[in-house]
């Protein structure tokens, strides 16, 4: 196996999942890069930017769903 093979794993929190990994697809290290803007933009909100009452729900949203933008005056180098 080689550091650049692709995951095809399902583990984690749904929420921070990223949409290949919502769709069952390999992924890669950007996936962790997506998690990581999840968190940043729920620490700016200080809400999650894809809630559902269901897994399944919260998966459509990742995959179809824009996010709502920033709060107006959120700094640009965030």
């Known amino acids: 196996a080689s550091v650049d093979?692709?995951?095809?794993?399902k583990c984690g929190t749904p929420y921070f999942m990223a949409p290949e990994n919502c769709k069952?697809?390999?992924?890669?290290?950007?996936a962790d890069?997506?998690?990581m803007?999840?968190?940043?933009?729920?620490?700016?909100?200080?809400?999650?930017p894809f809630?559902?009452?269901s897994i399944d729900g919260v998966?459509?949203?990742?995959?179809n769903s824009p996010?709502?933008?920033l709060p107006e005056g959120?700094?640009?180098n965030l």
């Open 5 to 9: 093979d692709l995951a095809q794993t």
């Open 24 to 30: 069952g697809c390999p992924y890669d290290a950007k």
């Open 33 to 35: 890069v997506w998690a």
């Open 37 to 48: 803007g999840v968190i940043i933009y729920e620490l700016t909100t200080l809400r999650k």
């Open 51 to 53: 809630d559902s009452k």
């Open 59 to 63: 998966f459509d949203m990742i995959i």
């Open 67 to 69: 996010i709502d933008p």
């Open 74 to 76: 959120t700094s640009s």
